[in-house]
C-alpha cells in the first residue's frame, strides 16, 4: 500500500510542502520510529474519539505519549472515549490498519492537537502506510493544524 489517496489529493489540492520518509515496514509508530531512526517523540499519532453523540475526534499527540481521556473531557466539557476499532477500518478505508494519517481535515474529522507538538521544529506523521512518513517543518504543521484546538491532553510513556 502507499500513500493514503485522500490525504495524496488534500495534501496537493492545498499545497502543502513535505518530504516522504521510505523506512522498512512497521506495525506501529514505535517501529517505525526506529527504522527511520527518528525521535519518537517526533512523531504525530492520531487516536480517534467519539462522544455519546457519536461525533468523532481526531486527538493528534506525540508517539511517545498516552492520551488522557479524563483531561479531554474536562478541556472540552465532554464525554469522549476511544472509537470502536472495526470503525477505524471503513472510516480509513484507504490506509492500512493502524497507519491512520494525523491530519484530520483531509477525512472531515475535528481535531485537537497536543500543545508538545507545537514546540517540534520538525514533525513526523504517517501517511496512511506502515512504510511512508511525511516530514514537515513546524509552519507547515501549523497550519495542518490550525482547524483544531491545541491543548495539553498527554503525557509521556518512552522516554
Not at 500500500?1 to 515496514?25: A, E, G, W
Not at 477500518?89 to 493502524?98: K, L, P, T, V, W
Not at 506502515?130 to 495542518?144: G, I, K, P, Y
Request: proline share 3%.
Amino acid at each position: 500500500m502507499t500513500m493514503s489517496t485522500r490525504l495524496d489529493t488534500y495534501l496537493s489540492q492545498k499545497h502543502i510542502p513535505y518530504h516522504c520518509i521510505k523506512h522498512f515496514h512497521s506495525n506501529s509508530s514505535m517501529g517505525s520510529a526506529i527504522t527511520a531512526n527518528i525521535p519518537l517523540a517526533h512523531i504525530a499519532k492520531a487516536v480517534l474519539l467519539v462522544n455519546h453523540e457519536g461525533r468523532k475526534l481526531m486527538a493528534v499527540l506525540p508517539a511517545d505519549s498516552k492520551i488522557s481521556l479524563s483531561v479531554i473531557n474536562e478541556q472540552l466539557r465532554g464525554s469522549y472515549q476511544l472509537i470502536k476499532e472495526k470503525e477505524l477500518y471503513s472510516m480509513f478505508a484507504d490506509c492500512e490498519n493502524g497507519a491512520i494519517p494525523p491530519i484530520s481535515e483531509a477525512f472531515n474529522i475535528t481535531m485537537i492537537c497536543d500543545q508538545q507538538l507545537d514546540e517540534l521544529e520538525q514533525v513526523f506523521l504517517e501517511a496512511g502506510d506502515h512504510e511512508t512518513l511525511l516530514s514537515v517543518d513546524q509552519d507547515t504543521f501549523a497550519r495542518l493544524m490550525i482547524t483544531g484546538k491545541h491543548l495539553r491532553f498527554s503525557h509521556q510513556v518512552f522516554h
